[in-house]
T-cell receptor
Framework: GAGVSQSPSNKVTEKGKDVELRCDPI?????LYWYRQSLGQGLEFLIY????????KSGLPSDRFSAERTGGSVSTLTIQRTQQEDSAVYLC??????????FGPGTRLTVL | QQQVKQSPQSLIVQKGGISIINCAYE??????FPWYQQFPGKGPALLIA?????SEKKEGRFTISFNKSAKQFSLHIMDSQPGDSATYFC?????????FGKGTMLLVSP
């Protein structure tokens, strides 16, 4: 079956613009995660969804970041008024159980 | 506060050698310790994982050694191959969220 997909694969935007990143999890996976990966910084947890609810959004770095999930499936991560420090690879993962997270290929965001 | 510390940042090993990557954690509530492998341009993929009720787990050439009292765990790659060249992340979890180390970039020279 299909894995986790993310779109776009690359996004270049200007400082101050809003961006939306999309994640399509593996069908049937109830849990969905967003991470940010910066060079040399590993994977930084952003937010976790169980179904359409977000019981843990402790990793969102500022109120410019928000995410939603609809129908227990697709999720969108929105970054408002982008800053240069937002440049990173944004990774989405989904899982059926607590153990194994399946990652998508990521969206590389560049803020000029 | 970095809850999972990983070392080294980078590692060069000759083909056929043993690659060793170490991680240390602080939160004694962690109860699941996976290792993820990431190739350039791809998302991380689960490689092997261990729970603290065992001290070692082996899958093929990959072994996790776990020391609960020291709050440390390590990944050993035996007979390292050029195809193992990738970035490796250790992680720890309690519940549904994973805390990752900063990664180790492994290069296996032919």
């Amino acid at each position: 079956g299909a894995g986790v997909s993310q779109s776009p694969s690359n996004k270049v935007t200007e400082k101050g613009k809003d961006v939306e990143l999309r994640c399509d999890p593996i069908s049937g996976h109830t849990a969905l995660y967003w991470y940010r990966q910066s060079l040399g910084q590993g994977l930084e947890f952003l937010i976790y969804f169980q179904g359409n609810s977000a019981p843990d959004k402790s990793g969102l770095p500022s109120d410019r970041f928000s995410a939603e999930r609809t129908g227990g499936s697709v999720s969108t991560l929105t970054i408002q008024r982008t800053q240069q420090e937002d440049s990173a690879v944004y990774l989405c993962a989904s899982s059926l159980d607590v153990d194994t997270q399946y990652f998508g290929p990521g969206t590389r965001l560049t803020v000029l | 506060q970095q809850q999972v510390k990983q070392s080294p940042q980078s590692l060069i090993v000759q083909k056929g050698g043993i690659s060793i990557i170490n991680c240390a954690y602080e939160n004694t509530a962690f109860d699941y310790f996976p290792w993820y492998q990431q190739f350039p341009g791809k998302g991380p993929a689960l490689l092997i994982a261990i729970r603290p009720d065992v001290s070692e787990k082996k899958e093929g050439r990959f072994t996790i050694s776990f020391n609960k009292s020291a709050k440390q765990f390590s990944l050993h790659i035996m007979d390292s191959q050029p195809g193992d060249s990738a970035t490796y992340f250790c992680a720890a979890s309690k519940g549904s969220t994973l805390t990752f180390g900063k990664g180790t970039m492994l290069l296996v020279s032919p």
